[in-house]
């Protein structure tokens, strides 16, 4: 009955779901309280009070229409506008209303913004590690994903990889940063070195590519470091943003994509990626949080909370002997693998009620990735487990 498309994604369903509902079975056995899952990255950091005023004054101010109603498939406009402002004003850009397109999130920017520039057979590049559904993303229209492998010593990109994975059929290159899994904040010289391999290989092949850049952690960042705005670096980039973090909004469903006047064609691809938000099924964003966006364009959850669980989790297992990069940003911690096996190691997390996400669903095995995304308490209790789990391993 399934299309034969679906069939791979059935059978390997996500890694990081499935340890979600492994959590839930321990939990009813064991108790909520002992077990310490950190698989998935759901906000626990509630959404700004201001969030929840604006939703019940919008809904006893605003008329049903604007609430509940069809807007234009690009969002309304004066929240488009308010975004670009927004924007303008932090990061010194110069973007209007035509250049904001409000989407069902993030994950469904990336699909408008696929479907508007693929064709079958182009190529999609990304830097391993990366979250997986970027593969089911690209290959829904029949696109190519093409891996570059992680330097491991950084987890910057890496850059002499990327010069031999572009090819005439390169359509677009993805990064993420802040980085899910590794929290790794993308520097302005990472930036100025992939900006210039792809004006090269635009040059060297006469071809036009894309640099898509994923950003739903942009305002997770920790120690003061800067997250450098993307579209000045590169002349053909578009920007996926959500508040699923930066507002603790994850099942709203609320973000927008960044079309610069500066990309090549830029008025056809907002028109051709107005037009795929409507005939992918989304139509427009929810008019709710369009509304609520227009109220708390300048609100963001509290980061301070998520930087107390960084630096608990990380300096309790670093003192343990696990090895792991202090992460700038986002809300998680990439962890080597104290044998080569990440998904063996990651069952042995397990035996001590400790969830984690093998490196290998993220295209970096040797690795496990851990969300702090949890109550502070949560990572206290969770502490002896793991230095029960670097006993095992003989780390110390």
Do not use: W
Request: proline residues 6%; charged residues 20%; aromatic residues 10%.
């Amino acid at each position: 009955m399934i299309a034969e498309k679906m069939r791979p994604l059935v059978e390997n369903n996500s890694a990081i779901r499935a340890m979600f509902e492994e959590g839930k079975r321990l939990a009813a056995i064991y108790g909520p309280e002992n077990v310490y899952d950190f698989s998935l990255g759901n906000p626990n950091v509630p959404a700004p009070e201001a969030v929840n005023r604006a939703i019940t004054d919008i809904v006893a101010e605003e008329a049903s229409t604007m609430v509940h109603g069809y807007m234009s498939n690009a969002g309304f406009e004066d929240v488009r506008d308010t975004v670009a402002q927004s924007l303008n004003r932090r990061f010194g850009t110069q973007f209007h209303l035509e250049n904001i397109l409000m989407t069902v999130g993030a994950a469904s920017g990336m699909n408008v913004i696929l479907k508007t520039v693929l064709d079958p057979g182009d190529e999609v590049i990304v830097f391993a590690p990366y979250f997986m559904e970027y593969g089911a993303y690209v290959r829904n229209y029949d696109g190519v994903l093409v891996t570059v492998s992680p330097d491991t010593s950084s987890f910057q990109p890496n850059i002499s990889e990327l010069k031999e994975k572009i090819t005439k059929r390169t359509k677009a290159v993805i990064i993420n940063t802040p980085n899910n899994p590794t929290g790794v904040v993308y520097s302005s010289e990472t930036l100025e070195q992939i900006a210039a391999v792809m004006k090269a290989k635009e040059e060297e092949y006469r071809t036009s590519i894309v640099l898509i850049s994923d950003e739903p952690y942009r305002e997770l960042a920790y120690d003061g470091v800067e997250v450098p705005y993307v579209t000045p670096f590169y002349h053909n980039t578009v920007v996926c943003y959500s508040y699923s973090k930066s507002l603790s909004l994850p099942g709203e469903r609320i973000g927008y994509l960044v079309i610069p006047d500066e990309l090549e064609d830029s008025k056809a691809v907002i028109a051709a990626a107005t037009i795929a938000n409507r005939v992918l099924g989304c139509v427009n964003a929810p008019s709710l949080m369009q509304r609520v966006i227009l109220r708390c364009i300048d609100e963001k959850v509290n980061v301070e909370a998520y930087d107390r669980n960084r630096n608990l989790l990380y300096n309790g297992l670093t003192g343990f002997g696990f090895e792991c990069i202090r992460p700038e940003g986002a809300f998680y911690l990439f962890v080597k693998s104290p044998e080569a096996d990440d998904r063996a190691f990651s069952e042995v997390c397990k035996k001590h009620r400790l969830l984690v996400v093998p490196g290998t669903s993220f295209a970096c095995p040797g690795y496990v990735r851990i969300s702090y995304c949890v109550s502070y308490e949560q990572i206290e209790r969770s502490l002896p487990a793991f230095e029960a789990v670097a006993g095992e391993y003989g780390l110390s």
